[in-house]
Protein backbone atom coordinates (compact mmCIF):
# COMPACT_ATOMS: atom_id res chain seq x y z
CA UNK A 1 0.00 0.00 0.00
CA UNK A 2 1.13 3.48 -1.31
CA UNK A 3 0.34 6.67 1.06
CA UNK A 4 1.33 10.05 1.09
CA UNK A 5 1.94 12.45 3.95
CA UNK A 6 3.59 16.03 4.23
CA UNK A 7 6.33 15.32 7.62
CA UNK A 8 7.30 11.85 8.14
CA UNK A 9 8.35 10.82 11.61
CA UNK A 10 9.95 7.43 13.03
CA UNK A 11 10.03 6.81 16.57
CA UNK A 12 7.52 8.14 19.15
CA UNK A 13 9.87 9.39 21.96
CA UNK A 14 10.93 12.57 23.57
CA UNK A 15 12.43 13.92 20.26
CA UNK A 16 9.52 12.69 17.75
CA UNK A 17 7.01 14.14 19.52
CA UNK A 18 8.16 16.96 20.38
CA UNK A 19 9.00 17.82 16.79
CA UNK A 20 5.23 16.21 15.93
CA UNK A 21 4.06 19.05 17.66
CA UNK A 22 6.26 21.61 16.31
CA UNK A 23 5.50 20.24 12.36
CA UNK A 24 1.38 19.75 13.01
CA UNK A 25 0.00 23.18 12.35
CA UNK A 26 1.88 23.06 8.81
CA UNK A 27 1.01 20.35 7.86
CA UNK A 28 0.40 16.62 7.69
CA UNK A 29 2.35 14.29 9.99
CA UNK A 30 2.96 10.28 10.34
CA UNK A 31 4.53 9.02 13.03
CA UNK A 32 5.81 5.66 12.97
CA UNK A 33 6.08 3.78 15.86
CA UNK A 34 8.06 0.33 16.73
CA UNK A 35 5.75 -0.84 19.32
CA UNK A 36 3.09 0.44 21.75
CA UNK A 37 2.79 4.85 21.84
CA UNK A 38 4.22 4.76 25.18
CA UNK A 39 7.36 2.24 24.56
CA UNK A 40 10.66 4.26 24.27
CA UNK A 41 13.75 4.73 25.61
CA UNK A 42 12.52 8.26 26.69
CA UNK A 43 9.43 6.42 29.24
CA UNK A 44 12.71 4.31 30.86
CA UNK A 45 14.29 7.47 31.79
CA UNK A 46 14.42 7.81 36.03
CA UNK A 47 16.91 10.00 36.67
CA UNK A 48 15.08 13.52 35.53
CA UNK A 49 16.28 16.55 32.94
CA UNK A 50 19.06 18.68 33.32
CA UNK A 51 18.48 22.35 32.65
CA UNK A 52 20.10 25.71 33.67
CA UNK A 53 16.83 27.09 35.56
CA UNK A 54 18.30 27.29 39.75
CA UNK A 55 19.23 30.63 41.03
CA UNK A 56 22.62 28.83 40.91
CA UNK A 57 23.05 27.86 37.58
CA UNK A 58 23.70 29.66 34.31
CA UNK A 59 23.70 27.99 30.25
CA UNK A 60 27.43 28.86 30.81
CA UNK A 61 27.94 26.62 33.31
CA UNK A 62 25.66 23.92 32.21
CA UNK A 63 27.52 24.00 28.83
CA UNK A 64 31.07 23.50 30.92
CA UNK A 65 29.78 20.70 33.03
CA UNK A 66 28.72 18.90 29.55
CA UNK A 67 32.18 19.82 27.81
CA UNK A 68 33.73 18.81 30.29
CA UNK A 69 32.06 14.94 30.17
CA UNK A 70 32.37 15.09 26.80
CA UNK A 71 36.24 14.69 26.99
CA UNK A 72 37.65 16.25 24.40
CA UNK A 73 35.31 16.19 21.93
CA UNK A 74 31.75 17.81 22.30
CA UNK A 75 30.91 20.26 19.14
CA UNK A 76 30.84 23.77 21.32
CA UNK A 77 27.68 24.85 18.74
CA UNK A 78 25.84 21.99 19.51
CA UNK A 79 26.34 22.44 22.82
CA UNK A 80 25.29 25.80 23.44
CA UNK A 81 22.23 25.21 21.33
CA UNK A 82 21.45 22.52 24.07
CA UNK A 83 22.05 24.44 26.99
CA UNK A 84 21.09 27.68 26.10
CA UNK A 85 17.58 26.31 24.47
CA UNK A 86 16.72 23.93 27.06
CA UNK A 87 15.70 26.55 29.75
CA UNK A 88 13.08 27.59 27.47
CA UNK A 89 11.75 24.13 26.24
CA UNK A 90 11.60 22.99 29.70
CA UNK A 91 9.56 25.66 31.01
CA UNK A 92 7.25 24.73 28.19
CA UNK A 93 7.25 21.19 29.40
CA UNK A 94 5.92 22.76 33.15
CA UNK A 95 3.13 25.32 31.43
CA UNK A 96 2.15 21.93 28.95
CA UNK A 97 1.23 19.77 32.65
CA UNK A 98 4.49 18.39 33.19
CA UNK A 99 4.64 17.36 36.72
CA UNK A 100 7.90 17.77 38.14
CA UNK A 101 8.56 17.18 41.61
CA UNK A 102 8.19 20.12 44.24
CA UNK A 103 10.62 21.61 47.28
CA UNK A 104 8.48 22.69 50.38
CA UNK A 105 8.54 26.05 48.76
CA UNK A 106 6.72 25.05 45.38
CA UNK A 107 9.77 25.39 43.28
CA UNK A 108 11.48 22.90 41.24
CA UNK A 109 13.42 20.72 43.16
CA UNK A 110 16.62 20.50 41.45
CA UNK A 111 18.59 17.01 41.65
CA UNK A 112 22.34 16.49 41.70
CA UNK A 113 24.10 13.94 39.47
CA UNK A 114 27.72 12.99 38.60
CA UNK A 115 29.43 15.34 36.58
CA UNK A 116 27.38 18.52 37.59
CA UNK A 117 29.03 21.06 39.47
CA UNK A 118 25.33 22.11 40.63
CA UNK A 119 21.89 20.75 41.60
CA UNK A 120 20.34 21.18 37.73
CA UNK A 121 18.47 17.97 37.29
CA UNK A 122 14.25 17.91 37.52
CA UNK A 123 13.09 14.77 38.17
CA UNK A 124 9.20 13.48 38.68
CA UNK A 125 9.90 10.77 41.24
CA UNK A 126 12.03 7.93 39.52
CA UNK A 127 9.81 8.42 36.47
CA UNK A 128 10.79 11.56 35.10
CA UNK A 129 10.61 10.13 30.99
CA UNK A 130 7.46 8.52 31.38
CA UNK A 131 5.98 11.82 33.18
CA UNK A 132 7.07 14.19 29.83
CA UNK A 133 6.05 11.08 27.31
CA UNK A 134 2.67 11.34 28.51
CA UNK A 135 2.39 15.00 28.70
CA UNK A 136 3.57 15.07 25.19
CA UNK A 137 1.26 12.57 24.20
CA UNK A 138 -1.65 13.69 25.08
CA UNK A 139 -1.22 17.11 23.63
CA UNK A 140 -0.15 14.99 20.29
CA UNK A 141 -3.77 13.12 20.56
CA UNK A 142 -4.95 16.68 19.81
CA UNK A 143 -3.73 17.36 16.88
CA UNK A 144 -5.97 15.91 13.65
CA UNK A 145 -2.74 16.83 11.28
CA UNK A 146 -0.94 13.54 13.43
CA UNK A 147 -1.75 10.10 12.89
CA UNK A 148 0.50 7.21 14.53
CA UNK A 149 0.59 3.98 13.55
CA UNK A 150 2.05 1.64 16.37
CA UNK A 151 3.71 -1.54 15.85
CA UNK A 152 5.54 -0.69 13.06
CA UNK A 153 8.64 -2.07 11.09
CA UNK A 154 10.92 0.55 9.44
CA UNK A 155 12.59 -1.62 6.70
CA UNK A 156 14.66 0.91 4.88
CA UNK A 157 14.34 4.47 3.54
CA UNK A 158 13.57 5.58 -0.20
CA UNK A 159 16.26 6.81 -1.73
CA UNK A 160 16.36 8.62 -5.33
CA UNK A 161 18.83 7.59 -7.82
CA UNK A 162 22.10 8.70 -6.78
CA UNK A 163 20.76 10.08 -3.55
CA UNK A 164 20.94 13.69 -4.90
CA UNK A 165 17.39 14.73 -4.13
CA UNK A 166 17.84 12.75 -0.81
CA UNK A 167 15.42 10.61 1.07
CA UNK A 168 12.06 10.75 -0.39
CA UNK A 169 10.04 8.26 2.39
CA UNK A 170 10.18 4.72 3.64
CA UNK A 171 9.32 1.11 3.76
CA UNK A 172 7.97 -0.41 6.39
CA UNK A 173 5.61 -3.41 7.70
CA UNK A 174 2.45 -3.04 9.84
CA UNK A 175 1.43 -4.84 12.70
CA UNK A 176 -0.32 -7.53 10.53
CA UNK A 177 2.79 -7.91 8.57
CA UNK A 178 1.60 -6.36 5.32
CA UNK A 179 4.35 -3.67 3.34
CA UNK A 180 3.62 -0.70 3.09
CA UNK A 181 5.27 2.10 1.42
CA UNK A 182 5.27 6.13 2.52
CA UNK A 183 6.22 8.99 0.54
CA UNK A 184 7.37 12.34 2.30
CA UNK A 185 9.05 15.78 2.06
CA UNK A 186 11.18 15.38 4.96
CA UNK A 187 11.86 12.51 6.93
CA UNK A 188 13.32 12.79 10.68
CA UNK A 189 14.54 9.36 12.52
CA UNK A 190 13.94 9.59 16.23
CA UNK A 191 14.45 5.72 16.65
CA UNK A 192 16.45 5.69 20.32
CA UNK A 193 19.28 3.93 20.82
CA UNK A 194 21.00 1.24 20.74
CA UNK A 195 21.65 -0.80 23.66
CA UNK A 196 19.99 -4.17 22.68
CA UNK A 197 23.32 -4.85 20.47
CA UNK A 198 24.69 -5.68 23.90
CA UNK A 199 23.97 -8.57 26.17
CA UNK A 200 23.63 -6.35 29.05
CA UNK A 201 21.24 -3.68 28.87
CA UNK A 202 19.32 -1.17 30.57
CA UNK A 203 17.36 -0.22 27.39
CA UNK A 204 14.00 -1.73 26.22
CA UNK A 205 13.57 -4.41 23.81
CA UNK A 206 13.26 -1.66 21.10
CA UNK A 207 16.22 -0.61 21.67
CA UNK A 208 18.13 -2.03 18.73
CA UNK A 209 19.24 0.99 16.63
CA UNK A 210 17.05 0.85 13.80
CA UNK A 211 17.39 4.06 12.84
CA UNK A 212 21.38 4.24 12.47
CA UNK A 213 21.05 1.13 10.73
CA UNK A 214 18.25 2.71 7.81
CA UNK A 215 20.57 6.00 7.92
CA UNK A 216 23.74 3.97 7.01
CA UNK A 217 21.89 1.92 4.52
CA UNK A 218 20.58 4.92 2.80
CA UNK A 219 24.12 6.42 2.25
CA UNK A 220 24.00 8.93 4.96
CA UNK A 221 27.00 9.94 7.16
CA UNK A 222 27.50 8.10 10.74
CA UNK A 223 29.82 9.25 13.37
CA UNK A 224 31.35 8.08 17.01
CA UNK A 225 30.12 5.18 17.30
CA UNK A 226 32.62 3.64 19.22
CA UNK A 227 31.95 5.77 22.46
CA UNK A 228 29.02 3.74 24.26
CA UNK A 229 28.17 4.94 27.35
CA UNK A 230 28.19 1.48 30.04
CA UNK A 231 26.06 2.64 32.96
CA UNK A 232 27.86 1.09 35.97
CA UNK A 233 24.62 0.86 38.56
CA UNK A 234 22.14 -1.88 36.95
CA UNK A 235 20.48 -4.33 38.62
CA UNK A 236 22.88 -7.69 39.31
CA UNK A 237 20.66 -10.50 40.68
CA UNK A 238 20.05 -13.60 39.27
CA UNK A 239 16.86 -14.05 37.64
CA UNK A 240 16.21 -10.15 37.73
CA UNK A 241 15.99 -8.15 34.74
CA UNK A 242 18.80 -5.64 34.11
CA UNK A 243 17.21 -3.00 35.70
CA UNK A 244 18.48 0.39 35.77
CA UNK A 245 18.90 2.04 39.33
CA UNK A 246 19.26 5.51 38.55
CA UNK A 247 22.47 7.82 38.97
CA UNK A 248 19.77 10.08 41.32
CA UNK A 249 20.48 7.57 44.22
CA UNK A 250 23.96 8.61 44.37
CA UNK A 251 22.96 12.02 43.89
CA UNK A 252 21.11 11.40 47.03
CA UNK A 253 23.66 10.40 48.65
CA UNK A 254 23.91 6.46 48.38
CA UNK A 255 27.11 4.65 48.50
CA UNK A 256 28.74 1.61 46.21
CA UNK A 257 30.74 -0.88 48.82
CA UNK A 258 32.29 -4.29 47.82
CA UNK A 259 31.11 -7.30 49.85
CA UNK A 260 32.74 -6.25 52.70
CA UNK A 261 31.02 -2.81 53.24
CA UNK A 262 33.61 -0.77 52.66
CA UNK A 263 33.23 2.50 49.99
CA UNK A 264 36.00 2.00 47.68
CA UNK A 265 34.93 4.58 44.14
CA UNK A 266 37.49 7.35 45.78
CA UNK A 267 40.47 4.13 44.99
CA UNK A 268 39.35 5.06 41.59
CA UNK A 269 38.60 9.00 40.83
CA UNK A 270 38.86 12.07 43.43
CA UNK A 271 35.30 12.78 42.94
CA UNK A 272 34.34 9.11 44.36
CA UNK A 273 30.86 7.83 43.72
CA UNK A 274 30.13 10.74 41.31
CA UNK A 275 32.63 10.74 39.12
CA UNK A 276 31.69 10.59 35.40
CA UNK A 277 30.19 7.12 34.50
CA UNK A 278 32.59 5.71 32.70
CA UNK A 279 34.96 6.28 35.32
CA UNK A 280 32.66 4.53 38.27
CA UNK A 281 31.80 2.13 35.81
CA UNK A 282 35.31 0.73 35.56
CA UNK A 283 36.08 0.86 38.83
CA UNK A 284 33.21 -1.00 40.17
CA UNK A 285 34.45 -3.74 37.62
CA UNK A 286 38.08 -3.37 38.74
CA UNK A 287 36.56 -3.71 42.43
CA UNK A 288 35.28 -6.92 41.53
CA UNK A 289 38.42 -8.27 40.00
CA UNK A 290 40.20 -6.86 43.24
CA UNK A 291 38.24 -8.53 45.60
CA UNK A 292 36.54 -11.44 43.79
CA UNK A 293 33.02 -10.35 45.21
CA UNK A 294 30.30 -8.21 44.20
CA UNK A 295 29.73 -4.40 44.41
CA UNK A 296 26.62 -2.97 46.36
CA UNK A 297 24.75 0.08 46.27
CA UNK A 298 23.48 1.21 49.65
CA UNK A 299 21.22 3.37 50.99
CA UNK A 300 20.68 2.13 54.32
CA UNK A 301 22.48 5.16 55.88
CA UNK A 302 19.80 7.86 54.48
CA UNK A 303 15.84 8.39 55.61
CA UNK A 304 14.67 5.41 54.86
CA UNK A 305 11.30 6.81 54.66
CA UNK A 306 12.23 9.36 52.34
CA UNK A 307 14.72 6.74 50.17
CA UNK A 308 11.17 4.88 49.36
CA UNK A 309 9.03 8.39 48.62
CA UNK A 310 11.66 9.83 46.26
CA UNK A 311 12.74 6.32 44.37
CA UNK A 312 8.86 4.49 44.36
CA UNK A 313 9.83 3.02 40.64
CA UNK A 314 12.91 1.65 41.83
CA UNK A 315 11.75 0.39 45.62
CA UNK A 316 9.11 -1.39 43.67
CA UNK A 317 11.21 -3.26 41.45
CA UNK A 318 13.35 -3.85 43.65
CA UNK A 319 11.02 -5.22 46.25
CA UNK A 320 9.46 -7.76 43.51
CA UNK A 321 12.92 -9.72 43.42
CA UNK A 322 13.14 -9.52 47.61
CA UNK A 323 14.84 -6.21 47.73
CA UNK A 324 14.14 -3.23 49.70
CA UNK A 325 16.45 -0.57 48.90
CA UNK A 326 15.93 1.32 51.76
CA UNK A 327 17.59 -0.93 54.11
CA UNK A 328 19.08 -4.14 51.66
CA UNK A 329 22.50 -3.44 49.80
CA UNK A 330 21.88 -3.24 46.04
CA UNK A 331 23.93 -5.76 43.62
CA UNK A 332 24.62 -3.44 41.17
CA UNK A 333 27.13 -3.79 38.12
CA UNK A 334 27.69 -1.97 34.26
CA UNK A 335 25.06 -2.25 31.33
CA UNK A 336 24.62 -1.31 28.51
CA UNK A 337 23.24 2.21 28.58
CA UNK A 338 23.56 4.96 25.88
CA UNK A 339 25.28 5.73 22.79
CA UNK A 340 27.09 9.00 22.11
CA UNK A 341 27.45 8.09 18.40
CA UNK A 342 24.92 8.07 15.52
CA UNK A 343 23.73 9.30 12.75
CA UNK A 344 25.71 12.45 12.13
CA UNK A 345 23.65 15.78 12.12
CA UNK A 346 23.88 19.52 12.55
CA UNK A 347 22.93 21.76 15.12
CA UNK A 348 19.51 21.62 13.43
CA UNK A 349 18.95 18.20 12.83
CA UNK A 350 19.82 18.07 9.38
CA UNK A 351 22.01 15.31 8.40
CA UNK A 352 24.09 14.11 5.26
CA UNK A 353 21.27 13.21 3.15
CA UNK A 354 18.89 15.97 1.98
CA UNK A 355 15.57 15.54 3.56
CA UNK A 356 16.73 13.74 5.93
CA UNK A 357 16.53 14.74 9.55
CA UNK A 358 17.74 12.50 12.81
CA UNK A 359 16.99 14.19 16.42
CA UNK A 360 17.34 12.33 20.45
CA UNK A 361 19.59 9.62 20.74
CA UNK A 362 19.58 8.09 16.93
CA UNK A 363 21.24 11.45 16.08
CA UNK A 364 25.34 12.33 16.75
CA UNK A 365 25.07 16.19 17.12
CA UNK A 366 28.52 16.07 18.68
CA UNK A 367 26.54 17.39 21.82
CA UNK A 368 27.57 14.73 24.15
CA UNK A 369 31.30 14.11 22.49
CA UNK A 370 32.58 11.14 24.05
CA UNK A 371 30.31 10.41 27.40
CA UNK A 372 27.13 12.25 28.12
CA UNK A 373 26.73 14.29 31.30
CA UNK A 374 23.83 12.55 32.91
CA UNK A 375 20.57 13.59 32.12
CA UNK A 376 21.29 15.88 29.05
CA UNK A 377 19.50 12.82 27.52
CA UNK A 378 15.84 14.20 28.06
CA UNK A 379 17.29 17.68 27.26
CA UNK A 380 18.35 17.02 23.88
CA UNK A 381 15.43 14.42 22.89
CA UNK A 382 13.23 17.79 23.37
CA UNK A 383 15.89 20.65 22.19
CA UNK A 384 16.99 18.80 18.76
CA UNK A 385 13.30 17.28 18.45
CA UNK A 386 11.88 21.47 18.16
CA UNK A 387 14.90 22.33 16.46
CA UNK A 388 15.11 19.75 13.70
CA UNK A 389 11.28 20.21 13.25
CA UNK A 390 12.10 23.87 12.24
CA UNK A 391 14.74 22.96 9.90
CA UNK A 392 12.09 19.96 8.01
CA UNK A 393 9.80 22.90 7.13
CA UNK A 394 12.67 24.75 5.24
CA UNK A 395 13.95 23.80 1.17
CA UNK A 396 15.68 20.91 1.30
CA UNK A 397 19.43 21.14 2.32
CA UNK A 398 22.03 18.47 3.44
CA UNK A 399 24.04 19.34 6.75
CA UNK A 400 27.16 20.49 6.12
CA UNK A 401 30.49 18.86 6.14
CA UNK A 402 31.80 19.14 9.81
CA UNK A 403 35.92 19.56 9.93
CA UNK A 404 38.37 16.74 11.92
CA UNK A 405 36.20 13.63 10.52
CA UNK A 406 38.40 10.02 9.57
CA UNK A 407 36.15 7.38 7.71
CA UNK A 408 36.19 4.27 9.42
CA UNK A 409 36.18 2.64 6.55
CA UNK A 410 39.67 3.35 5.34
CA UNK A 411 40.19 0.49 8.07
CA UNK A 412 40.48 -3.09 6.43
CA UNK A 413 40.61 -6.02 8.62
CA UNK A 414 41.94 -9.13 7.24
CA UNK A 415 38.41 -12.06 6.75
CA UNK A 416 41.17 -15.27 5.65
CA UNK A 417 40.81 -16.75 9.11
CA UNK A 418 38.47 -19.30 9.67
CA UNK A 419 36.09 -17.92 12.60
CA UNK A 420 32.38 -18.87 12.39
CA UNK A 421 30.62 -15.56 12.31
CA UNK A 422 27.48 -14.99 14.48
CA UNK A 423 24.14 -16.57 13.23
CA UNK A 424 21.47 -15.15 15.86
CA UNK A 425 20.63 -12.02 17.68
CA UNK A 426 21.58 -13.49 20.97
CA UNK A 427 25.09 -14.10 19.33
CA UNK A 428 25.92 -11.35 17.83
CA UNK A 429 24.84 -9.55 21.45
CA UNK A 430 26.87 -11.96 23.16
CA UNK A 431 30.14 -11.07 21.48
CA UNK A 432 29.48 -7.34 21.78
CA UNK A 433 29.10 -7.40 25.54
CA UNK A 434 32.56 -9.55 25.58
CA UNK A 435 34.77 -8.29 22.67
CA UNK A 436 32.86 -4.39 22.59
CA UNK A 437 32.02 -3.76 26.35
CA UNK A 438 33.62 -1.98 28.83
CA UNK A 439 37.31 -2.54 28.22
CA UNK A 440 38.70 -3.14 24.74
CA UNK A 441 41.82 -4.61 23.19
CA UNK A 442 42.58 -4.90 19.80
CA UNK A 443 42.77 -8.47 19.32
CA UNK A 444 39.18 -8.55 20.74
CA UNK A 445 38.40 -6.02 18.81
CA UNK A 446 39.39 -7.04 15.32
CA UNK A 447 38.21 -11.51 16.32
CA UNK A 448 34.65 -9.51 16.31
CA UNK A 449 34.87 -7.43 13.74
CA UNK A 450 36.02 -10.28 11.40
CA UNK A 451 32.53 -12.19 12.62
CA UNK A 452 30.70 -9.33 12.08
CA UNK A 453 31.58 -8.36 8.50
CA UNK A 454 31.38 -12.37 7.61
CA UNK A 455 27.95 -12.46 9.22
CA UNK A 456 26.94 -9.35 7.51
CA UNK A 457 28.33 -10.12 3.95
CA UNK A 458 26.11 -13.52 4.50
CA UNK A 459 23.06 -11.42 5.46
CA UNK A 460 23.53 -8.53 3.08
CA UNK A 461 24.22 -11.15 -0.02
CA UNK A 462 20.91 -13.54 1.16
CA UNK A 463 18.66 -10.59 0.59
CA UNK A 464 20.14 -10.13 -2.94
CA UNK A 465 20.33 -7.04 -4.74
CA UNK A 466 16.32 -5.98 -3.80
CA UNK A 467 16.98 -7.11 -0.42
CA UNK A 468 14.08 -9.02 -0.06
CA UNK A 469 13.80 -9.71 3.13
CA UNK A 470 10.69 -10.28 5.87
CA UNK A 471 10.21 -8.42 8.83
CA UNK A 472 12.03 -10.71 10.68
CA UNK A 473 15.08 -10.39 8.56
CA UNK A 474 15.29 -6.97 8.81
CA UNK A 475 15.42 -7.23 12.28
CA UNK A 476 18.15 -9.16 12.06
CA UNK A 477 19.88 -7.29 9.72
CA UNK A 478 19.84 -4.12 11.57
CA UNK A 479 21.01 -5.01 14.52
CA UNK A 480 23.57 -6.66 12.83
CA UNK A 481 24.65 -3.61 11.02
CA UNK A 482 24.93 -1.51 13.66
CA UNK A 483 26.90 -4.18 16.31
CA UNK A 484 29.62 -4.09 12.93
CA UNK A 485 29.87 -0.18 12.92
CA UNK A 486 30.75 -0.08 16.23
CA UNK A 487 33.08 -2.93 16.43
CA UNK A 488 34.46 -1.30 13.49
CA UNK A 489 34.46 2.48 15.05
CA UNK A 490 36.23 1.16 18.15
CA UNK A 491 38.55 -1.20 16.55
CA UNK A 492 39.63 2.21 14.25
CA UNK A 493 40.38 4.62 17.44
CA UNK A 494 43.84 3.86 19.28
CA UNK A 495 43.31 5.92 22.41
CA UNK A 496 41.36 5.74 25.22
CA UNK A 497 39.09 8.55 25.84
CA UNK A 498 35.18 8.60 27.58
CA UNK A 499 32.73 5.88 26.80
CA UNK A 500 35.71 3.97 24.40
CA UNK A 501 38.34 1.94 26.59
CA UNK A 502 41.06 0.09 25.47
CA UNK A 503 43.69 -1.31 27.20
CA UNK A 504 46.08 -1.61 24.81
CA UNK A 505 45.83 1.79 24.73
CA UNK A 506 45.07 3.43 27.78
CA UNK A 507 45.67 6.71 27.55
CA UNK A 508 43.87 10.20 25.83
CA UNK A 509 45.75 11.06 22.69
CA UNK A 510 44.61 14.37 21.65
CA UNK A 511 47.47 14.45 19.07
CA UNK A 512 46.03 11.72 16.77
CA UNK A 513 42.83 11.33 17.95
CA UNK A 514 41.03 14.20 18.63
CA UNK A 515 38.82 13.48 15.69
CA UNK A 516 35.38 12.36 14.82
CA UNK A 517 35.23 8.61 13.20
CA UNK A 518 32.92 8.29 10.73
CA UNK A 519 30.93 5.74 8.02
CA UNK A 520 29.30 5.89 5.02
CA UNK A 521 28.23 2.67 3.01
CA UNK A 522 30.28 4.19 0.32
CA UNK A 523 33.51 3.70 2.19
CA UNK A 524 32.46 -0.05 1.89
CA UNK A 525 35.39 -2.29 -0.10
CA UNK A 526 33.50 -5.49 -1.12
Known sequence: MKTQTDFLIIGGGIAGLRAALALAPFGRVLILTKASASESN?????????????????????????????????????????????????????????????????????????????????????????????????????????????HVLVADLIVDD?????????????????????????????????????????????????GIALAYHAGARVADLEFVQFHPTALSKDGAPRFLISEALRGEGAKLVNAEGDAFMTRYSPAGDLAPRDVVARGIVREMERTKGPVFLTLAHLDAAHTRRRFPTIA????????DIAVDPIPVGPAAHYIMGGIETDEWGRTSLPRLFAAGEAACTGVHGANRLASNSLLEGLVFGARAAAAMMLPPQAAPVKGDRRPAGEWQVSTARGIDAPQTIAQIRDLMWRSVGLFRRGEGLQDAVVKLDRAYT?????????????????????????????????????????????????????????????????????
Not at 62 to 90: F, I, M, P, S, W
Not at 471 to 495: G, M, P, T, Y
Open 316 to 323: DTCRQVGL
Open 162 to 210: GGVDGVRGARFFDAEGERHEVMAAATLLATGGAGQVFRETTNPAVATGD
Open 458 to 526: RARNAGGPERSFDAEDWRHFNLLAVARLIARAALRRHESRGGHFREDFPSRDDLHWKIHVTDTVRDERW
Open 42 to 150: TRYAQGGIAAALGADDSAFLHGKDTLAAGDGLCDAVAVAALVEDGARYVRELIDWGVKFDLDANGRPAFGLEAAHSVRRVLHAGDATGREIGRALWERVVTRTSVVTMN
